[in-house]
């Protein structure tokens, strides 16, 4: 059984930096893409980023990219999301996801996730 844990949410100012940890079991993790995606209130869920299994990593083109990293550690089973100059638009509940072997953007696109970590950035 599949199973992403998010932690490291939560309550930042306007230009602070937050990382963002997603802890996997039940997988054979480095073989997995790990992704995170975002879900505002009110809006559709947005790919954020994802890192395949050798490490290499893919940021959505808007104005995430620049600002977010994505990394991750095979030994510890662990994707990493560093955001940095965090803006109140980026405000939203941050997913983990995972899928086998090839990169994907769609939600879709991914059978398993973690609950979700609240990220607020005021203003």
């Known amino acids: 059984q599949v199973q992403l844990v998010e932690s490291g949410g939560g309550l930042v100012q306007t230009g602070d930096s937050l990382t963002l940890t997603c802890t996997a079991s039940?997988?054979?993790?480095?073989?997995?893409?790990l992704a995170w995606f975002r879900q505002a209130a009110g809006k559709e869920r947005e790919f954020v980023g994802a890192?395949?299994?050798?490490?290499?990593?893919?940021v959505a083109s808007d104005s995430k990219r620049g600002r977010f990293i994505l990394s991750r550690d095979n030994a510890k089973n662990t994707v990493f999301l560093q955001m940095n100059s965090l803006k109140p638009e980026d405000t939203a509940v941050y997913y983990c996801a995972a899928r086998y072997l090839l990169v994907a953007t769609n939600a879709s696109d991914f059978p398993s996730w973690g609950q979700g970590t609240q990220v607020t950035v005021s203003s």
């Open positions: 890192v395949d299994p050798g490490g290499r990593s893919t």
């Open positions: 039940g997988i054979t993790f480095y073989t997995y893409v």
